[in-house]
Nanobody
Framework: QVQLVESGGGLVQPGGSLRLSCAAS????????MGWYRQAPGKLRRMVAS???????EYADSVKGRFTISRDNAKNTVYLQMNSLKPEDTAVYYC?????????WGQGTQVTVST
């Protein structure tokens, strides 16, 4: 059974940092690009960052220069380092393969940026 488990979210003040982790079961990581996605209240889920199997990365314009995606294939884990957080980064963050598959979505992890 394929499972993705996100962790590391929380409440942080503007300008702060968080590091999200996504642990995968099964063989999902091997041969697949991975992505982080987020969904804010009342908005569609959108990709934030993606990383290929050989480490090439892409970012949404809104997070370029602030977020960094990385992966550890030996641990079947993908990370999202988020710096200089803004209130508009508040959302539930999910990981999935890129492009995403519906049955892979996990529970996500809530990130709230607020004073």
């Amino acid at each position: 059974q394929v499972q993705l488990v996100e962790s590391g979210g929380g409440l942080v003040q503007p300008g702060g940092s968080l590091r999200l982790s996504c642990a995968a079961s099964g063989t999902i990581f091997s041969g697949n690009a991975m992505g982080w996605y987020r969904q804010a209240p009342g908005k569609l889920r959108r990709m934030v960052a993606s990383i290929t199997t050989d480490g090439a990365t892409e970012y949404a314009d809104s997070v370029k220069g602030r977020f960094t995606i990385s992966r550890d294939n030996a641990k079947n884990t993908v990370y999202l380092q988020m710096n200089s957080l803004k209130p508009e980064d508040t959302a539930v963050y999910y990981c999935n393969v890129d492009p995403p598959r519906g049955h892979y979505w996990g529970q996500g992890t809530q990130v709230t940026v607020s004073t």
